[in-house]
Protein backbone atom coordinates (compact mmCIF):
# COMPACT_ATOMS: atom_id res chain seq x y z
CA UNK A 1 0.00 0.00 0.00
CA UNK A 2 2.14 3.07 -1.12
CA UNK A 3 1.29 6.39 -0.09
CA UNK A 4 0.27 8.37 -3.44
CA UNK A 5 -0.72 12.22 -4.46
CA UNK A 6 -4.88 10.87 -3.91
CA UNK A 7 -3.03 10.50 -0.41
CA UNK A 8 -2.10 13.84 0.31
CA UNK A 9 -4.62 15.63 -1.15
CA UNK A 10 -6.71 13.47 1.04
CA UNK A 11 -4.44 14.67 3.89
CA UNK A 12 -4.40 17.80 2.71
CA UNK A 13 -8.44 18.61 2.91
CA UNK A 14 -8.02 16.49 6.63
CA UNK A 15 -6.36 18.67 8.25
CA UNK A 16 -7.01 21.62 5.79
CA UNK A 17 -9.24 23.57 9.20
CA UNK A 18 -6.76 22.50 11.84
CA UNK A 19 -3.59 23.77 10.37
CA UNK A 20 -1.89 26.85 8.51
CA UNK A 21 -1.74 27.67 4.89
CA UNK A 22 2.01 28.87 5.85
CA UNK A 23 3.47 31.96 3.56
CA UNK A 24 6.24 31.70 0.77
CA UNK A 25 8.69 33.96 1.73
CA UNK A 26 12.05 35.71 -0.28
CA UNK A 27 15.12 37.91 0.19
CA UNK A 28 16.38 39.77 -1.98
CA UNK A 29 19.55 40.11 -0.14
CA UNK A 30 19.89 36.10 0.01
CA UNK A 31 18.96 35.27 -3.63
CA UNK A 32 22.38 38.03 -4.87
CA UNK A 33 24.36 35.76 -2.07
CA UNK A 34 24.05 32.41 -3.78
CA UNK A 35 23.02 33.76 -7.48
CA UNK A 36 19.72 32.13 -7.25
CA UNK A 37 15.79 32.64 -6.70
CA UNK A 38 15.17 31.02 -3.36
CA UNK A 39 11.49 31.05 -1.81
CA UNK A 40 11.28 29.95 1.22
CA UNK A 41 8.14 27.83 2.61
CA UNK A 42 7.23 29.03 6.21
CA UNK A 43 6.43 26.09 8.12
CA UNK A 44 8.27 27.39 11.30
CA UNK A 45 5.29 29.09 11.18
CA UNK A 46 2.71 26.01 11.21
CA UNK A 47 0.83 24.69 14.14
CA UNK A 48 3.69 23.81 17.14
CA UNK A 49 6.09 25.78 15.00
CA UNK A 50 6.73 22.72 12.12
CA UNK A 51 5.47 20.83 9.54
CA UNK A 52 5.27 18.00 11.50
CA UNK A 53 2.08 19.23 12.66
CA UNK A 54 0.51 17.90 8.97
CA UNK A 55 1.34 14.48 9.19
CA UNK A 56 0.49 13.98 13.22
CA UNK A 57 -2.53 15.80 12.16
CA UNK A 58 -3.74 13.69 9.28
CA UNK A 59 -2.75 10.43 11.22
CA UNK A 60 -4.82 11.18 14.38
CA UNK A 61 -7.80 11.98 11.63
CA UNK A 62 -7.87 9.21 9.93
CA UNK A 63 -7.95 6.92 12.78
CA UNK A 64 -10.69 5.31 14.24
CA UNK A 65 -12.29 6.27 17.75
CA UNK A 66 -11.55 2.13 19.16
CA UNK A 67 -8.09 2.74 18.18
CA UNK A 68 -8.00 6.31 19.28
CA UNK A 69 -9.03 5.19 22.48
CA UNK A 70 -6.27 2.70 23.19
CA UNK A 71 -4.15 6.19 23.22
CA UNK A 72 -1.42 7.05 20.72
CA UNK A 73 2.76 6.75 21.49
CA UNK A 74 5.53 7.77 19.66
CA UNK A 75 9.32 8.38 19.72
CA UNK A 76 10.51 12.00 18.79
CA UNK A 77 13.83 13.92 18.78
CA UNK A 78 10.88 17.20 19.29
CA UNK A 79 8.35 17.91 16.96
CA UNK A 80 6.81 15.19 16.14
CA UNK A 81 6.40 14.95 19.91
CA UNK A 82 4.62 18.25 20.24
CA UNK A 83 2.28 17.26 17.01
CA UNK A 84 1.56 14.61 18.16
CA UNK A 85 0.32 15.85 21.69
CA UNK A 86 -0.98 18.49 19.80
CA UNK A 87 -3.27 16.22 17.86
CA UNK A 88 -4.03 14.02 20.46
CA UNK A 89 -5.35 17.21 22.12
CA UNK A 90 -7.86 17.64 19.46
CA UNK A 91 -8.87 13.87 18.93
CA UNK A 92 -9.29 13.81 23.15
CA UNK A 93 -6.98 10.82 23.15
CA UNK A 94 -3.99 10.07 25.58
CA UNK A 95 -0.50 10.80 24.03
CA UNK A 96 2.99 9.29 25.04
CA UNK A 97 6.30 10.76 23.79
CA UNK A 98 9.50 9.14 24.25
CA UNK A 99 12.22 11.79 23.62
CA UNK A 100 16.12 11.57 23.78
CA UNK A 101 17.88 12.99 26.76
CA UNK A 102 19.14 15.57 24.59
CA UNK A 103 16.22 16.75 22.85
CA UNK A 104 16.24 20.86 23.56
CA UNK A 105 14.42 22.00 26.00
CA UNK A 106 11.83 24.22 24.20
CA UNK A 107 11.17 20.76 22.46
CA UNK A 108 10.57 19.33 26.07
CA UNK A 109 8.61 22.03 27.41
CA UNK A 110 6.63 22.04 23.92
CA UNK A 111 5.28 18.31 24.73
CA UNK A 112 4.32 18.51 28.12
CA UNK A 113 2.71 21.99 27.23
CA UNK A 114 0.11 19.87 24.99
CA UNK A 115 -0.41 17.53 28.46
CA UNK A 116 1.30 14.49 26.88
CA UNK A 117 3.36 12.25 28.79
CA UNK A 118 7.52 12.18 28.37
CA UNK A 119 9.34 9.28 28.73
CA UNK A 120 13.25 9.45 28.37
CA UNK A 121 15.58 7.80 27.00
CA UNK A 122 19.41 7.50 25.49
CA UNK A 123 19.95 9.07 22.26
CA UNK A 124 19.81 6.26 20.28
CA UNK A 125 17.27 4.55 17.94
CA UNK A 126 17.29 1.27 19.21
CA UNK A 127 17.17 3.10 22.85
CA UNK A 128 13.98 4.67 21.40
CA UNK A 129 12.65 1.89 20.15
CA UNK A 130 13.20 -0.46 22.81
CA UNK A 131 11.12 2.27 25.32
CA UNK A 132 8.50 2.38 22.96
CA UNK A 133 7.88 -1.16 22.40
CA UNK A 134 8.09 -1.80 26.13
CA UNK A 135 5.51 0.68 26.70
CA UNK A 136 3.32 -0.35 23.83
CA UNK A 137 3.61 -3.94 25.31
CA UNK A 138 2.65 -2.70 28.91
CA UNK A 139 -0.40 -0.31 27.70
CA UNK A 140 -1.57 -1.67 24.48
CA UNK A 141 -1.08 2.22 22.93
CA UNK A 142 -0.87 2.56 19.00
CA UNK A 143 2.05 3.35 17.55
CA UNK A 144 2.47 6.64 15.42
CA UNK A 145 5.89 6.31 13.39
CA UNK A 146 7.27 9.80 13.55
CA UNK A 147 7.65 8.78 9.56
CA UNK A 148 8.00 5.54 9.09
CA UNK A 149 4.47 5.57 8.21
CA UNK A 150 1.86 6.45 5.77
CA UNK A 151 -0.24 8.81 7.33
CA UNK A 152 2.40 11.00 8.40
CA UNK A 153 3.93 10.51 4.86
CA UNK A 154 0.64 11.50 3.40
CA UNK A 155 0.65 14.58 5.84
CA UNK A 156 3.96 15.73 5.35
CA UNK A 157 3.37 16.04 1.61
CA UNK A 158 0.76 18.50 2.30
CA UNK A 159 3.36 21.39 2.59
CA UNK A 160 4.68 20.85 -0.75
CA UNK A 161 1.51 20.35 -2.41
CA UNK A 162 0.48 23.24 -0.95
CA UNK A 163 4.12 25.24 -1.96
CA UNK A 164 2.82 24.10 -5.88
CA UNK A 165 -0.36 25.69 -4.81
CA UNK A 166 1.14 29.22 -4.02
CA UNK A 167 3.90 29.60 -6.47
CA UNK A 168 3.05 32.21 -9.20
CA UNK A 169 5.08 30.36 -11.58
CA UNK A 170 7.03 27.21 -11.85
CA UNK A 171 10.21 26.48 -9.97
CA UNK A 172 13.08 24.31 -11.05
CA UNK A 173 13.05 21.96 -7.72
CA UNK A 174 12.38 21.88 -4.48
CA UNK A 175 14.81 20.60 -1.31
CA UNK A 176 13.64 19.81 1.95
CA UNK A 177 16.13 18.11 5.06
CA UNK A 178 16.06 15.08 5.42
CA UNK A 179 16.15 13.19 8.78
CA UNK A 180 13.86 9.77 9.43
CA UNK A 181 12.28 11.31 5.26
CA UNK A 182 8.83 12.03 6.92
CA UNK A 183 8.95 15.45 4.80
CA UNK A 184 11.32 14.26 1.92
CA UNK A 185 9.23 11.13 0.88
CA UNK A 186 6.03 12.80 0.89
CA UNK A 187 7.51 15.79 -0.68
CA UNK A 188 8.61 13.92 -3.51
CA UNK A 189 5.30 11.66 -4.10
CA UNK A 190 3.30 15.11 -4.15
CA UNK A 191 5.82 16.69 -6.58
CA UNK A 192 6.12 13.66 -8.43
CA UNK A 193 3.05 12.66 -9.13
CA UNK A 194 1.14 15.91 -9.68
CA UNK A 195 -0.01 17.03 -13.20
CA UNK A 196 1.87 20.20 -13.43
CA UNK A 197 5.35 19.49 -11.76
CA UNK A 198 6.54 16.31 -12.58
CA UNK A 199 9.60 17.37 -14.18
CA UNK A 200 10.45 19.43 -11.00
CA UNK A 201 13.44 17.61 -9.34
CA UNK A 202 13.37 17.12 -5.90
CA UNK A 203 16.16 17.14 -3.70
CA UNK A 204 16.99 16.13 0.43
CA UNK A 205 19.47 18.14 2.29
CA UNK A 206 21.79 16.13 5.25
CA UNK A 207 24.22 16.80 7.59
CA UNK A 208 28.03 15.57 6.65
CA UNK A 209 27.28 14.52 11.11
CA UNK A 210 24.09 12.51 10.15
CA UNK A 211 24.60 11.24 6.40
CA UNK A 212 22.81 8.00 6.71
CA UNK A 213 20.01 9.21 3.86
CA UNK A 214 23.09 10.19 1.59
CA UNK A 215 25.13 7.10 1.92
CA UNK A 216 21.94 4.45 1.43
CA UNK A 217 21.08 6.67 -1.57
CA UNK A 218 24.31 6.32 -3.19
CA UNK A 219 24.55 2.66 -2.47
CA UNK A 220 21.19 1.58 -2.94
CA UNK A 221 20.64 -0.09 0.44
CA UNK A 222 19.94 1.72 3.53
CA UNK A 223 22.05 3.02 6.32
CA UNK A 224 21.07 3.20 10.20
CA UNK A 225 23.32 5.22 11.99
CA UNK A 226 23.20 5.98 15.85
CA UNK A 227 23.65 9.07 17.84
CA UNK A 228 25.14 11.38 15.12
CA UNK A 229 26.41 14.82 16.35
CA UNK A 230 25.09 17.45 14.60
CA UNK A 231 23.46 21.08 15.71
CA UNK A 232 20.45 20.18 13.44
CA UNK A 233 18.60 18.20 16.17
CA UNK A 234 15.88 17.37 14.26
CA UNK A 235 17.85 14.95 11.51
CA UNK A 236 19.59 12.84 13.81
CA UNK A 237 17.06 9.98 13.00
CA UNK A 238 17.99 7.23 10.82
CA UNK A 239 16.21 7.28 7.44
CA UNK A 240 12.55 5.01 7.79
CA UNK A 241 12.43 1.96 5.44
CA UNK A 242 9.21 3.16 3.65
CA UNK A 243 10.61 6.45 3.36
CA UNK A 244 14.16 4.81 2.19
CA UNK A 245 12.29 3.15 -0.42
CA UNK A 246 10.26 6.19 -1.60
CA UNK A 247 13.29 8.38 -2.10
CA UNK A 248 15.44 5.94 -3.78
CA UNK A 249 12.30 5.81 -5.95
CA UNK A 250 11.86 9.44 -6.48
CA UNK A 251 13.68 11.85 -5.33
CA UNK A 252 16.94 13.09 -7.26
CA UNK A 253 19.68 13.86 -5.41
CA UNK A 254 20.76 14.07 -1.92
CA UNK A 255 23.35 17.06 -0.43
CA UNK A 256 25.86 17.12 2.39
CA UNK A 257 26.57 20.15 4.34
CA UNK A 258 29.08 20.85 7.14
CA UNK A 259 27.79 22.37 10.72
CA UNK A 260 29.29 25.46 10.54
CA UNK A 261 27.56 26.37 7.00
CA UNK A 262 24.25 25.16 8.93
CA UNK A 263 24.90 28.13 11.39
CA UNK A 264 26.27 30.41 8.78
CA UNK A 265 22.88 29.36 6.77
CA UNK A 266 20.90 29.80 10.12
CA UNK A 267 22.10 32.92 10.82
CA UNK A 268 21.17 34.73 7.47
CA UNK A 269 17.71 33.19 7.23
CA UNK A 270 17.57 34.65 10.81
CA UNK A 271 18.80 38.29 9.82
CA UNK A 272 17.34 38.85 6.49
CA UNK A 273 13.93 36.80 6.79
CA UNK A 274 13.19 37.90 10.30
CA UNK A 275 12.02 34.28 11.29
CA UNK A 276 13.29 32.43 14.24
CA UNK A 277 13.92 28.96 12.31
CA UNK A 278 16.05 25.81 14.20
CA UNK A 279 18.75 24.47 12.67
CA UNK A 280 17.68 21.97 10.48
CA UNK A 281 15.46 24.20 8.81
CA UNK A 282 18.96 25.58 6.98
CA UNK A 283 20.32 22.92 5.80
CA UNK A 284 18.75 22.79 2.34
CA UNK A 285 20.48 26.57 1.92
CA UNK A 286 23.53 25.64 3.71
CA UNK A 287 23.92 23.30 0.98
CA UNK A 288 23.42 25.57 -1.66
CA UNK A 289 26.24 27.57 -0.32
CA UNK A 290 28.27 24.91 -0.23
CA UNK A 291 28.56 24.59 -4.49
CA UNK A 292 26.10 27.55 -5.27
CA UNK A 293 27.14 26.66 -8.92
CA UNK A 294 24.95 24.08 -8.73
CA UNK A 295 22.07 26.04 -8.53
CA UNK A 296 23.29 29.58 -10.40
CA UNK A 297 20.63 31.01 -12.43
CA UNK A 298 18.05 28.26 -10.23
CA UNK A 299 14.72 28.98 -9.01
CA UNK A 300 14.46 27.01 -5.85
CA UNK A 301 11.93 26.43 -3.54
CA UNK A 302 12.80 25.07 -0.32
CA UNK A 303 10.62 24.15 3.08
CA UNK A 304 12.05 25.68 6.41
CA UNK A 305 11.01 22.77 8.28
CA UNK A 306 10.49 24.56 11.97
CA UNK A 307 11.59 27.44 14.74
CA UNK A 308 11.54 25.54 18.00
CA UNK A 309 14.87 25.58 19.31
CA UNK A 310 16.52 26.84 22.67
CA UNK A 311 17.02 31.11 22.47
CA UNK A 312 19.07 30.53 25.61
CA UNK A 313 21.52 28.44 23.47
CA UNK A 314 22.35 29.85 20.43
CA UNK A 315 25.32 28.73 18.26
CA UNK A 316 27.03 32.29 18.11
CA UNK B 1 -0.16 72.43 7.48
CA UNK B 2 -1.08 69.92 9.34
CA UNK B 3 -0.88 66.30 7.96
CA UNK B 4 -4.39 64.66 6.84
CA UNK B 5 -5.57 61.02 5.91
CA UNK B 6 -5.67 62.31 2.37
CA UNK B 7 -2.06 62.86 2.82
CA UNK B 8 -1.22 59.30 3.83
CA UNK B 9 -3.58 57.79 0.95
CA UNK B 10 -1.44 59.46 -0.81
CA UNK B 11 1.51 58.49 0.68
CA UNK B 12 0.07 54.72 0.41
CA UNK B 13 0.02 55.15 -3.28
CA UNK B 14 3.55 56.79 -3.33
CA UNK B 15 5.19 54.07 -1.69
CA UNK B 16 3.16 51.21 -2.89
CA UNK B 17 5.44 49.26 -5.40
CA UNK B 18 8.43 49.95 -3.55
CA UNK B 19 7.55 48.57 -0.31
CA UNK B 20 5.74 45.47 1.45
CA UNK B 21 2.60 44.61 2.53
CA UNK B 22 3.34 43.06 5.40
CA UNK B 23 0.77 40.43 7.10
CA UNK B 24 -0.90 40.15 10.29
CA UNK B 25 0.29 37.77 12.97
CA UNK B 26 -1.58 36.04 15.62
CA UNK B 27 -0.75 33.45 18.65
CA UNK B 28 -3.52 31.86 20.08
CA UNK B 29 -1.01 31.33 22.93
CA UNK B 30 -0.03 35.08 23.87
CA UNK B 31 -3.85 35.71 23.52
CA UNK B 32 -4.21 33.41 26.50
CA UNK B 33 -1.54 34.29 28.57
CA UNK B 34 -2.73 38.18 28.66
CA UNK B 35 -6.63 37.88 28.05
CA UNK B 36 -7.53 39.61 25.29
CA UNK B 37 -6.71 39.25 21.29
CA UNK B 38 -3.46 40.60 19.96
CA UNK B 39 -3.07 41.36 15.86
CA UNK B 40 0.42 42.04 14.92
CA UNK B 41 1.37 44.07 12.37
CA UNK B 42 4.67 42.21 11.18
CA UNK B 43 6.50 45.42 10.10
CA UNK B 44 9.89 43.69 10.68
CA UNK B 45 9.03 42.33 7.27
CA UNK B 46 9.24 45.33 6.18
CA UNK B 47 11.95 46.45 3.58
CA UNK B 48 15.19 47.26 5.81
CA UNK B 49 13.54 45.19 8.15
CA UNK B 50 11.52 48.30 9.89
CA UNK B 51 8.28 50.78 9.04
CA UNK B 52 10.97 53.54 9.01
CA UNK B 53 10.83 52.53 4.75
CA UNK B 54 7.57 54.12 4.39
CA UNK B 55 8.09 57.02 5.35
CA UNK B 56 11.93 57.84 4.35
CA UNK B 57 9.92 55.79 0.44
CA UNK B 58 7.38 58.71 0.60
CA UNK B 59 9.85 61.52 1.59
CA UNK B 60 11.95 60.77 -1.34
CA UNK B 61 9.48 60.07 -3.91
CA UNK B 62 7.83 63.59 -3.45
CA UNK B 63 10.54 65.62 -3.67
CA UNK B 64 11.61 66.90 -6.92
CA UNK B 65 14.70 66.08 -8.78
CA UNK B 66 16.61 70.06 -8.41
CA UNK B 67 16.34 69.09 -4.12
CA UNK B 68 17.33 65.40 -4.75
CA UNK B 69 20.22 66.50 -6.45
CA UNK B 70 21.49 68.01 -3.54
CA UNK B 71 22.16 64.65 -1.33
CA UNK B 72 19.98 63.98 1.85
CA UNK B 73 20.95 64.26 5.11
CA UNK B 74 19.14 62.87 8.44
CA UNK B 75 19.94 61.90 12.14
CA UNK B 76 19.03 58.35 13.16
CA UNK B 77 19.45 55.79 15.43
CA UNK B 78 19.35 53.17 12.51
CA UNK B 79 16.08 52.22 11.38
CA UNK B 80 15.81 55.83 9.44
CA UNK B 81 19.09 55.67 8.46
CA UNK B 82 19.11 52.64 6.79
CA UNK B 83 15.30 53.50 5.19
CA UNK B 84 16.62 57.10 4.04
CA UNK B 85 19.86 55.09 2.46
CA UNK B 86 17.56 52.37 1.23
CA UNK B 87 15.08 55.23 -0.48
CA UNK B 88 18.21 57.20 -1.92
CA UNK B 89 19.79 54.48 -4.09
CA UNK B 90 16.17 54.28 -5.70
CA UNK B 91 15.92 57.64 -6.26
CA UNK B 92 19.57 57.99 -7.28
CA UNK B 93 20.67 60.64 -4.54
CA UNK B 94 23.40 60.99 -2.68
CA UNK B 95 22.75 60.00 1.32
CA UNK B 96 24.75 61.39 4.71
CA UNK B 97 23.25 59.28 7.88
CA UNK B 98 24.58 60.95 11.33
CA UNK B 99 24.41 58.14 14.05
CA UNK B 100 25.05 57.41 17.86
CA UNK B 101 28.20 56.01 18.31
CA UNK B 102 26.32 53.54 20.53
CA UNK B 103 23.68 52.62 17.24
CA UNK B 104 23.89 48.24 17.22
CA UNK B 105 26.35 47.15 14.48
CA UNK B 106 23.81 45.46 12.57
CA UNK B 107 21.66 49.45 12.35
CA UNK B 108 25.04 51.05 11.19
CA UNK B 109 26.00 47.75 8.60
CA UNK B 110 22.73 48.35 7.22
CA UNK B 111 23.16 52.01 6.53
CA UNK B 112 26.76 50.96 5.30
CA UNK B 113 25.17 48.30 2.76
CA UNK B 114 23.00 51.14 0.75
CA UNK B 115 25.79 52.81 0.06
CA UNK B 116 25.20 56.06 2.53
CA UNK B 117 27.94 57.43 4.10
CA UNK B 118 27.60 57.21 7.99
CA UNK B 119 28.99 60.21 10.11
CA UNK B 120 29.02 59.04 14.01
CA UNK B 121 28.40 61.54 16.78
CA UNK B 122 27.72 61.29 20.81
CA UNK B 123 24.33 59.42 21.76
CA UNK B 124 22.57 62.72 22.46
CA UNK B 125 19.70 64.68 20.64
CA UNK B 126 22.21 67.52 20.55
CA UNK B 127 25.13 66.24 19.06
CA UNK B 128 22.93 64.62 16.39
CA UNK B 129 21.08 67.69 15.75
CA UNK B 130 24.54 69.63 15.84
CA UNK B 131 26.91 67.34 13.43
CA UNK B 132 23.73 67.35 10.73
CA UNK B 133 23.43 71.36 11.18
CA UNK B 134 27.02 71.47 10.40
CA UNK B 135 26.90 69.03 7.21
CA UNK B 136 24.10 70.88 5.78
CA UNK B 137 26.09 73.96 6.50
CA UNK B 138 28.88 72.68 4.65
CA UNK B 139 27.21 70.54 1.77
CA UNK B 140 23.82 72.10 0.86
CA UNK B 141 22.25 69.04 1.31
CA UNK B 142 18.33 68.58 2.16
CA UNK B 143 17.33 67.05 5.98
CA UNK B 144 14.90 64.23 5.88
CA UNK B 145 14.23 64.65 9.66
CA UNK B 146 13.40 61.22 10.89
CA UNK B 147 10.17 61.89 12.54
CA UNK B 148 9.34 65.75 12.58
CA UNK B 149 8.61 65.62 8.98
CA UNK B 150 4.99 66.09 7.18
CA UNK B 151 6.01 63.39 4.27
CA UNK B 152 7.52 61.57 6.60
CA UNK B 153 4.52 61.20 9.36
CA UNK B 154 2.02 60.59 6.08
CA UNK B 155 4.44 57.71 5.31
CA UNK B 156 4.64 56.02 8.59
CA UNK B 157 0.61 56.72 8.63
CA UNK B 158 0.20 54.10 6.05
CA UNK B 159 1.42 51.24 7.96
CA UNK B 160 -2.11 51.91 10.28
CA UNK B 161 -4.28 52.23 6.93
CA UNK B 162 -3.04 49.16 5.91
CA UNK B 163 -3.95 47.21 8.90
CA UNK B 164 -7.18 48.85 8.95
CA UNK B 165 -7.57 47.26 5.21
CA UNK B 166 -6.22 43.77 6.24
CA UNK B 167 -8.49 43.15 9.41
CA UNK B 168 -11.23 41.30 8.63
CA UNK B 169 -13.40 42.87 12.04
CA UNK B 170 -12.49 45.95 14.12
CA UNK B 171 -10.63 46.36 16.70
CA UNK B 172 -10.93 48.06 19.65
CA UNK B 173 -7.35 50.03 19.73
CA UNK B 174 -4.28 50.29 17.95
CA UNK B 175 -0.44 50.64 20.13
CA UNK B 176 2.10 51.27 18.83
CA UNK B 177 5.76 52.14 19.95
CA UNK B 178 6.66 55.92 20.56
CA UNK B 179 10.13 57.16 20.46
CA UNK B 180 10.02 60.48 17.89
CA UNK B 181 6.55 59.53 16.93
CA UNK B 182 6.23 59.62 13.76
CA UNK B 183 4.75 56.25 13.95
CA UNK B 184 2.58 57.50 16.86
CA UNK B 185 1.12 60.74 14.85
CA UNK B 186 1.23 59.22 11.66
CA UNK B 187 -1.23 56.08 13.10
CA UNK B 188 -3.17 58.07 14.86
CA UNK B 189 -4.18 60.06 11.65
CA UNK B 190 -5.00 57.68 10.41
CA UNK B 191 -7.28 56.18 12.21
CA UNK B 192 -9.05 59.06 14.07
CA UNK B 193 -9.71 60.59 10.37
CA UNK B 194 -11.15 57.36 8.99
CA UNK B 195 -14.44 57.23 7.91
CA UNK B 196 -14.77 53.55 9.38
CA UNK B 197 -11.84 53.43 12.40
CA UNK B 198 -12.52 57.12 14.19
CA UNK B 199 -14.06 55.64 17.29
CA UNK B 200 -11.15 53.35 17.54
CA UNK B 201 -8.35 53.77 20.42
CA UNK B 202 -4.92 55.18 19.31
CA UNK B 203 -2.16 54.47 22.06
CA UNK B 204 1.67 55.08 22.50
CA UNK B 205 3.58 52.42 24.77
CA UNK B 206 7.17 53.83 25.79
CA UNK B 207 10.26 52.36 28.05
CA UNK B 208 10.01 54.13 31.54
CA UNK B 209 13.54 54.63 30.72
CA UNK B 210 12.32 57.06 28.13
CA UNK B 211 9.64 58.58 29.56
CA UNK B 212 9.67 61.87 27.71
CA UNK B 213 6.32 61.49 25.07
CA UNK B 214 4.54 60.09 28.54
CA UNK B 215 5.63 62.91 30.56
CA UNK B 216 4.75 65.56 27.96
CA UNK B 217 1.44 64.07 27.26
CA UNK B 218 0.16 63.91 31.13
CA UNK B 219 1.69 67.32 31.42
CA UNK B 220 0.80 69.10 28.04
CA UNK B 221 4.24 70.67 27.22
CA UNK B 222 6.55 68.48 25.52
CA UNK B 223 9.85 67.12 27.44
CA UNK B 224 13.21 66.86 26.15
CA UNK B 225 15.71 64.17 27.35
CA UNK B 226 19.36 63.23 26.99
CA UNK B 227 20.79 60.23 25.91
CA UNK B 228 18.19 58.13 27.78
CA UNK B 229 18.86 54.32 28.98
CA UNK B 230 16.97 51.70 27.09
CA UNK B 231 17.83 48.64 25.38
CA UNK B 232 14.60 49.58 23.26
CA UNK B 233 17.25 51.79 21.19
CA UNK B 234 14.44 52.61 18.36
CA UNK B 235 13.00 55.13 21.08
CA UNK B 236 15.67 56.86 22.75
CA UNK B 237 15.27 60.08 20.43
CA UNK B 238 13.08 63.09 21.68
CA UNK B 239 9.22 63.22 20.54
CA UNK B 240 9.06 65.83 18.14
CA UNK B 241 7.52 69.23 17.63
CA UNK B 242 4.74 68.19 14.83
CA UNK B 243 4.47 64.85 16.56
CA UNK B 244 3.88 66.08 19.93
CA UNK B 245 1.40 68.01 18.70
CA UNK B 246 -0.52 65.80 16.83
CA UNK B 247 -0.53 63.11 19.76
CA UNK B 248 -2.00 65.80 22.01
CA UNK B 249 -4.43 66.33 19.34
CA UNK B 250 -5.51 62.17 18.64
CA UNK B 251 -3.78 59.73 20.89
CA UNK B 252 -5.80 57.95 23.92
CA UNK B 253 -3.36 57.52 26.19
CA UNK B 254 0.91 56.87 26.26
CA UNK B 255 1.55 53.73 28.49
CA UNK B 256 5.02 53.07 30.16
CA UNK B 257 6.86 49.88 30.93
CA UNK B 258 9.98 48.73 32.38
CA UNK B 259 12.90 47.34 30.95
CA UNK B 260 12.29 43.82 32.30
CA UNK B 261 9.37 43.44 30.88
CA UNK B 262 10.61 44.29 27.07
CA UNK B 263 12.68 42.23 27.29
CA UNK B 264 10.25 39.34 28.37
CA UNK B 265 7.78 40.34 26.16
CA UNK B 266 10.51 40.31 22.94
CA UNK B 267 11.52 36.76 23.97
CA UNK B 268 7.81 35.79 23.85
CA UNK B 269 7.29 37.31 20.69
CA UNK B 270 10.44 35.46 19.35
CA UNK B 271 9.31 32.58 20.88
CA UNK B 272 5.21 32.06 19.71
CA UNK B 273 5.77 34.12 16.50
CA UNK B 274 8.76 32.58 15.33
CA UNK B 275 9.57 36.05 13.83
CA UNK B 276 12.65 38.60 15.16
CA UNK B 277 11.57 41.55 16.36
CA UNK B 278 13.50 44.19 17.93
CA UNK B 279 13.50 45.47 21.84
CA UNK B 280 11.15 48.76 20.78
CA UNK B 281 8.80 46.86 18.63
CA UNK B 282 8.15 44.43 21.89
CA UNK B 283 7.39 47.97 23.86
CA UNK B 284 3.27 47.67 23.47
CA UNK B 285 2.87 43.59 24.23
CA UNK B 286 5.51 44.55 26.91
CA UNK B 287 2.76 47.44 27.96
CA UNK B 288 0.31 45.50 28.08
CA UNK B 289 1.67 42.70 30.17
CA UNK B 290 1.77 45.19 32.79
CA UNK B 291 -1.54 45.87 33.08
CA UNK B 292 -3.72 43.14 31.59
CA UNK B 293 -6.51 44.35 33.54
CA UNK B 294 -7.38 47.08 31.19
CA UNK B 295 -7.06 45.31 28.35
CA UNK B 296 -8.98 41.97 28.93
CA UNK B 297 -11.33 41.04 26.48
CA UNK B 298 -10.67 43.67 24.04
CA UNK B 299 -9.13 43.06 20.37
CA UNK B 300 -5.83 45.22 20.26
CA UNK B 301 -3.75 45.75 16.99
CA UNK B 302 -0.23 46.46 17.76
CA UNK B 303 2.52 47.43 15.13
CA UNK B 304 5.72 45.34 15.75
CA UNK B 305 7.85 48.19 14.28
CA UNK B 306 11.04 46.33 13.24
CA UNK B 307 13.15 43.25 13.37
CA UNK B 308 17.16 44.76 13.37
CA UNK B 309 19.70 44.09 16.39
CA UNK B 310 22.61 42.58 16.75
CA UNK B 311 21.93 38.74 17.29
CA UNK B 312 25.54 38.42 18.99
CA UNK B 313 23.88 41.11 21.98
CA UNK B 314 21.07 39.29 22.56
CA UNK B 315 19.38 40.19 26.17
CA UNK B 316 18.96 36.95 27.43
Request: hydrophobic share 40%.
Given at each position: MDVTIADIERAQTRIKSHTHRTPLMTSRLINQLVGCELIFKAENLQKIGAFKARGACNALFSMDRTKLNRGVITHSSGNHGAALAWAAQLRQTQCTVVMPNNAPRAKKDAVANYAAEIVFCEPTMASREASVAALIAARGSVLVHPYDNNQIIAGQGTAALETLEQLDRPVDMLITPVGGGGLLSGSAIAIKESKNASDMLVLGAEPDAADDAWRGFKNGTRVTISNPKTI?????GTVGVRNFSIITQHVDDILLTSEERIIEAMRLLWTRLKMIIEPSAAVPLAAIMDQPEQFFGKRVAIILSGGNLDLDKLPW
Open positions: ADGLR
